[in-house]
């Protein structure tokens, strides 16, 4: 079974525009991160928050995780066409083991 | 720096054959992961380990399996294929630090 759970599956927007996933989780985290996967690729680590914090930036990367609602967000700002990809969140439990949501694939349109 | 290295890139298998699936890193860190990815499902964790010597079964171990011998090498092993194993499989190591996991490149797999 799945951790994590990405909200919505996909999105399309247009270059310039904010995109926004949320992740949905259901047990305890050390930590949650968010990869991206570019088609045919593997997964590369954008962003890791800990269970202590709130909120995050990276670049035009900004992570929000309410662990009382046990949610987070990822809101890419101003994306790019090279912003399209499949994004996931991971999390992080106690035993160190991560565990991948089903993504969120992301199409930037020029 | 190579980082991960995984080997093949690609395969296509017969069914009731033995593979083995390579994984080699240089970055001499104790955690080694295997994941598969399968269509709208993520990464789901097939085996792991945690440092040279040990294993772990994850989410998905049935019809696979993993040796340590060293730090470097992490190799997975199908003893005999079945169509429900192709996939792509990724290798991964833990990063102690704030950079999480690192991921090798993937071997799509095919078994026919």
């Known amino acids: 079974s799945q951790q994590g759970e990405e909200d919505p599956q996909a999105l399309s927007i247009q270059e310039g525009e904010n995109a926004t996933m949320n992740c949905s989780y259901k047990?305890?985290?050390?930590?949650l991160q968010w990869y991206r996967q570019n088609s045919g690729r593997g997964l590369v680590h954008l962003i890791l928050?800990?269970?202590?914090?709130r909120e995050k930036h990276s670049g035009r990367l900004r992570v929000t995780l309410d662990t009382s609602k046990k949610s987070s967000s990822l809101l890419i700002t101003a994306s790019r066409a090279a912003d399209t990809a499949s994004y996931f969140c991971?999390?992080?439990?106690?035993?160190?083991?991560?565990?991948f949501g089903g993504g969120t694939r992301l199409m930037v349109k020029p | 720096i190579a980082g991960i290295t995984q080997a093949p890139t690609s395969q296509i298998l017969a069914a009731g054959r033995r593979m083995t699936l390579r994984c080699t890193q240089d970055?001499?860190?104790?955690?080694m992961y295997w994941y598969r990815q399968d269509l709208g499902l993520g990464l789901r964790l097939i085996h792991y380990?945690?440092?040279?010597?040990?294993?772990g079964k994850g989410e998905v171990p049935d019809g696979y399996s993993v040796s340590r011998a060293n730090t470097d090498d992490f190799p997975l092993t199908l003893a005999s294929a079945v169509p429900s194993q192709t996939s792509v499989y990724f290798c991964?190591?833990?990063?102690?630090?704030?950079?999480?996991?690192?991921f090798g490149s993937g071997t799509r797999l095919t078994v026919v």
């Open positions: 991971a999390t992080e439990d106690a035993g160190n083991m991560l565990t």
């Open positions: 970055m001499r860190h104790n955690a």
């Open positions: 047990t305890s985290i050390n930590n």
């Open positions: 380990s945690n440092t040279a010597g040990t294993t």
């Open positions: 991964a190591i833990q990063w102690a630090g704030p950079d999480g996991y690192t």
């Open positions: 928050i800990r269970s202590n914090e």
